[in-house]
C-alpha cells in the first residue's frame, strides 16, 4: 500500500498510473499523483498539459482508460462527480454552478435527503455556521445567489463542497476574479482547511499566489508529472515557470516613453441596457493616449465588458461622445471603429472572437476579407489568404497542424494567439483587449505581454481590462479602476500599490 514518503503515514489520495486519452491525443500518460492529509498541494502546468484532464478523472466528468485512484487506501471506481462527492471528493470549478434565483440555504440543499417528505433547512443552517464559523466564510442564508458578489459566489461553492463533506478539495483558478483583499481571505479559509485535514488540490497559474499557499507543488507537461518539489525558501517564480515550461522565461523589459497625443477619448459615457434601460455605465471619462497602456481593473461585471463593446463599436452610448485621434466618433459600428484605427480582443474568445466551427484560415481572416491582396471585385484570393495566414502562424508561433484545422479544436493559448494576429494585423492605432490572457500558461502570457509593450514602444495605444492586478502592474502605465459601472480612480501604476487598487475595486472611496 503506497505511502506518504515525508510523514511515513496512508496518503490521503492516491492516483496511479492513470492514463486518458481523446482519440490519438494522451492528455495523461501513466500519471502518479498523491495528496495528505491536511496538505495543500499545487498543481501547475501549462495550456493543454493534463491538469485539468487529470481533475475531471478525478471528480468523475471523465473515466481514466486505465489506472487506479485509492482514497484513504480504499480503492475507488469514480465513473460519476455522484461518486466523487459520496467519496468525499470537492470541486470548485472556474465558471460557479449555482441556481441565481435561490438563496445561499436552498443551493447548499439542493440534492440533499429531507426528513420523510421534507427538506431539513433547520439542520443545514446549523451545519451552514458550523461552517462559516470555523473557516470565515460567513454568508447570509437568506440572500440570492444573484445578489452575491462574485468572490461570495466562489465561497458558496466552497461551502457547499463542505457541506457535501468534502475531505478532498480541488480549487480551479480560484483567484482569477478576486481582490487582493478577497484572495487573502480565501487563504485563510485554506489554511484552516488544511488545519482540519482537508487535503486540497490549488491549480492556478498566478505562480506568485501558488508560491504563498502551497506546501508543495506537482508540474504537468505533456500530460505527464515532470517535476514534485517542496514549496521551500528555495523557490522562485522563475524556477517554477521553467519547470513549466521546460525552458527559462525572459518577461518582455517594460521601458520608459514618453505619452504622446490622445488617440482614444471617452467623455460622459452612459450606456443604458435590456427592456428596463439598466444601467452600465455611467459618466466614463477616459483618455489613451499614443505610448501608453492604459489599464481597466475591477470585479466581474461592473462595466468592463460594456466599456470594452462601446470602445470597439459593438454597442453605442447613450449619451456622451467618443474621439478616436480627435475625429468624432457619431455612428459607431465594429467595421467603422476599425476604419478608424481600433481594434478589439473580445473577452469571450470562443464566442464572439473566432468562428470555432469553421477552418483557422477563416477565423483570422475575417475583418480582413474585404481589402486588397486579400479580393477584387468581390472574390476572395484564396492563395493570398492562404500565404497571410501561413505567415501569422509562424510569427505568432500558433501551435496548429496547418491553416485548414478547425478553430475551436485549438488550445486556449493558441486562440489567443490567432485572435491577437488577426487584431494586429489591422495596423490598429487603439487596440481594445478584454481579459486577454485569462485561463493562459505564462508563456503564452509572456509573450501577449511582449505584443501589447511592442504596440506601446511604437506610440500605439492598450486599452487593457483585466481582472488580474499582477498583469495590469506588470505592463500598465496607468490603473483606471471601475466600481457600479462608474470610474472611481484614475491612479499611476509606477507609485500606487495592489492593495489601494483592490480596495477601490470593492468599493471604497478615493483618497
Not at 127 to 138: H, Q, T, V
Not at 322 to 338: F, K, L, N
Amino acid at each position: 500500500m503506497p505511502t506518504d514518503v515525508a510523514s511515513g503515514k496512508r496518503p490521503l489520495l492516491s492516483m496511479r498510473g492513470i492514463e486518458k486519452r481523446f482519440g490519438a491525443l494522451r492528455a495523461n500518460a501513466s500519471v502518479d499523483l498523491e495528496l495528505s492529509s491536511g496538505e495543500v498541494l499545487g498543481l501547475l502546468g501549462e495550456n493543454g498539459a493534463g491538469k485539468t484532464t487529470l481533475m475531471n478523472v478525478l471528480f468523475g466528468m471523465y473515466s481514466a482508460d486505465a489506472g487506479s485512484i485509492e482514497i484513504d487506501g480504499r480503492p475507488m471506481n469514480i465513473a460519476r462527480p455522484a461518486d466523487a462527492l459520496d467519496a468525499g471528493v470537492g470541486m470548485v470549478h472556474q465558471h460557479f454552478h449555482l441556481v441565481p434565483r435561490h438563496s445561499v440555504l436552498e443551493n447548499l440543499m439542493v440534492g440533499e435527503p429531507g426528513r420523510g417528505l421534507k427538506l431539513d433547512a433547520e439542520s443545514a443552517l446549523v451545519r451552514l455556521r458550523e461552517i462559516a464559523s470555523r473557516y470565515g466564510l460567513e454568508l447570509d442564508p437568506e440572500t440570492l445567489v444573484g445578489d452575491l458578489t462574485v468572490g461570495e459566489q466562489q465561497r458558496l461553492e466552497i461551502v457547499k463542497a463542505l457541506f457535501r463533506g468534502a475531505r478532498i478539495l480541488i480549487l480551479d483558478e480560484p483567484t482569477s476574479v478576486l481582490t487582493p483583499q478577497q484572495t487573502e481571505s480565501l487563504f485563510r479559509a485554506i489554511r484552516a482547511m488544511a488545519t482540519d485535514g482537508v487535503g486540497i488540490i490549488f491549480i492556478s497559474h498566478k505562480l506568485n499566489e501558488v508560491i504563498a499557499i502551497t506546501d508543495r507543488l506537482a508540474v504537468m507537461r505533456r500530460g505527464r508529472v515532470v517535476a514534485q518539489v517542496e514549496n521551500d525558501a528555495t523557490l522562485t517564480r522563475q524556477k517554477l515557470a521553467e519547470l513549466m515550461c521546460g525552458h527559462p522565461i525572459l518577461p518582455p523589459e517594460k521601458r520608459p516613453t514618453e505619452s504622446g497625443r490622445t488617440l482614444l477619448k471617452l467623455a460622459g459615457i452612459d450606456v443604458e441596457l435590456g427592456p428596463d434601460h439598466r444601467r452600465k455605465l455611467s459618466e466614463v471619462t477616459l483618455d489613451v493616449h499614443a505610448g501608453e497602456i492604459v489599464g481597466v481593473a475591477g470585479v466581474s461585471g461592473n462595466g468592463q465588458r460594456e466599456l470594452a463593446e462601446v470602445v470597439a463599436g459593438v454597442i453605442s452610448p447613450s449619451h456622451g461622445a467618443i474621439e478616436v485621434d480627435g475625429q468624432a466618433v457619431h455612428a459607431s459600428t465594429p467595421r467603422g471603429m476599425q476604419r478608424l484605427g481600433v481594434a478589439h480582443i473580445p473577452e469571450d474568445r470562443m464566442g464572439a472572437g473566432l468562428l470555432t466551427t469553421l477552418p483557422l484560415t477563416d477565423s483570422v481572416m475575417l475583418p480582413l476579407a474585404h481589402k486588397s491582396p486579400f479580393s477584387r471585385f468581390g472574390w476572395i484570393n484564396r492563395k493570398a489568404v492562404r500565404k497571410f495566414v501561413l505567415e501569422q502562424i509562424e510569427k505568432f508561433d500558433i501551435r496548429t497542424e496547418g491553416p485548414d484545422v478547425r478553430t475551436g479544436t485549438l488550445s486556449g493559448g493558441n486562440l489567443q494567439k490567432a485572435l491577437l494576429a488577426r487584431e494586429l494585423a489591422l495596423d490598429p492605432l487603439v487596440l481594445v483587449a478584454a481579459q486577454p490572457t485569462r485561463g493562459l500558461d505564462v508563456a503564452a502570457v509572456e509573450f501577449v505581454h511582449a505584443q501589447f509593450l511592442k504596440l506601446r514602444a511604437e506610440g500605439r495605444g492598450v486599452l487593457l481590462i483585466s481582472e488580474d492586478l499582477e498583469e495590469l502592474f506588470a505592463i500598465s502605465d496607468r490603473i483606471v479602476v471601475m466600481y457600479e459601472g462608474r470610474i472611481v480612480g484614475d491612479l499611476d501604476a509606477s507609485v500606487t500599490t495592489p492593495a489601494e487598487v483592490g480596495l477601490l475595486m470593492a468599493g471604497a472611496k478615493a483618497a
